[in-house]
């Protein structure tokens, strides 16, 4: 296990002014003035008419999208008034426009359905290597199926891994390590919601397990890849629900994290609890890891978007469905994920929480230093104590 944080030397998280000047005065994505964006191709008709043919959306255009990408003015002045660039209606296809990611390899955990899978297709379209972590092999493929419909050429592949069951994690990241591929873009997205109390097999209570213990896990079984691969970025997606919940370094123990029993088991609660642990997490590495080229970032996607989260109990597959017409899409609550992995402005910017593809504040509790190095520490102690009940000879990155 790397070192643990140093709760003496653990920067003041509210103290971020820098990273957000950092984006406000960073410059827009300039692009080559000799090379198309990324799917593009110049062709020229019979009559000496030149056109262009945008492969990805299935576009053409008389228009050169060059055009789109012109530079900005790099005078102090201007770049203290440059505008956002995204919103919450803008799609993730469109964060990425002209963006050539050949180079890129990435790993979206639960990237087989809702926004995982329109985040993973996303990039995968604009050419990043994308790994779909996916517990069941057959929805795996079959979203690898439908990126590859639509772009052939697609580098997509399917890598099985069940975050019920810490196991199946660790073989997951043997798997990867044993590829010798880079990881630059690490997106944990994976969750479920509205579970009924349940136990994984693991011992650990679902909710708290699937959507955070075994993505802290994950991370830690990577993280020499994600040094050697630097500049890299991890995005975790968290939640507004991350407000509701009030766990703090005053009651944060095992049971509270993971209830033994129903009696102490709230589903909802669970969720809320289980997003500020994310957003938590996330300024933990970051702290951990931003000075080896490794930025981290949490985000918001969206209000009830209508996906498979809802899946597990009729009353909120209805809700959903009820107020599907007032929020988000696919695409469009994909974008901030997108944004955060991809944005030129954000290279080597780290300890924020977006949503809508723009800074905001997070909750206090979610930047509290005690919080972090509490939870920190104690998700170490919850995970070696499961891994060497498998295998007493097994460390807690082995």
């Known amino acids: 296990m790397p070192k643990q944080l140093d709760k003496q030397s653990v920067p003041d ?38 056109y262009y043919v945008d492969h990805i959306n299935k576009k053409t255009t008389y228009s050169d999208p060059r055009l ?135 011992g650990f209570e679902t909710i708290f397990q699937v959507n955070y213990l075994s993505q802290y896990y994950l991370t830690n079984l990577l993280e020499d890849v994600l040094i050697r691969s630097a500049p890299t970025r991890i995005v975790v997606l968290s939640s507004e629900s991350h407000r509701f919940s009030d766990l703090c370094h005053n009651n944060m123990t095992e049971d509270r994290l993971s209830p033994p029993s129903d009696a102490q088991f709230s589903s909802m609660s669970a969720y809320n609890q289980s997003k500020l642990c994310c957003s938590l ?20 996607p969206g209000n009830m978007v209508s996906s498979s989260l809802s899946r597990n109990w009729w009353f909120y597959r209805l809700l959903f469905a009820t107020v599907r017409p007032f929020t988000k899409s696919l695409q469009q609550a994909a974008a901030t994920s997108v944004y955060c ?18 800074v905001c504040q997070p909750s206090d509790a979610a930047l509290d230093a005690q919080n972090i190095t509490e939870l920190w520490d104690l998700s170490e102690m919850m995970v070696k104590k499961a891994v060497r009940s498998m295998d007493p000879d097994c460390s807690l990155i082995g």
Not at 148 to 171: C, F, G, I, Q, Y
Not at 345 to 351: A, C
């Open 281 to 300: 997490f996330s300024n933990a590495l970051n702290w951990r890891l931003s000075s080896q080229g490794v930025a981290c970032n949490s985000l918001h």
């Open 68 to 202: 789109a990408f012109a530079v900005e003015d790099n005078s102090s002045d201007a770049a203290a008034n440059i505008r956002q660039r995204f919103d919450g209606s803008s799609r993730a296809l469109e964060v990425l426009h002209g963006r050539d990611l050949s180079d890129k390899y990435v790993i979206v955990t639960g990237g087989n359905t809702g926004i995982g899978y329109e985040t993973a297709r996303s990039l995968a379209l604009h050419g990043a290597h994308v790994v779909l972590a996916s517990r069941s092999k057959e929805r795996g493929e079959a979203a690898a199926a439908a990126i590859h419909t639509e772009r052939p050429e697609a580098n997509v592949k399917v890598m099985m891994m069940d975050l019920t069951s810490l196991a199946s994690v660790r073989e997951f990241a043997n798997n990867y390590r044993s590829k010798k591929w880079p990881l630059h873009i690490f997106i944990l997205n994976a969750a479920v919601f509205a579970l009924p109390y349940s136990k994984t097999e693991d």
């Open 341 to 358: 992995a991809t944005a030129t402005e954000l290279e080597g910017v780290g300890g924020l929480y977006f949503n809508n593809c723009c």
């Open 13 to 50: 998280p509210k103290q971020s002014t820098s990273n957000r000047r950092r984006i406000n005065n960073s410059t827009k994505c300039q692009t080559n003035p000799l090379k198309l964006p990324y799917g593009w191709e110049r062709k020229v008709t019979e009559s000496n008419h030149i």
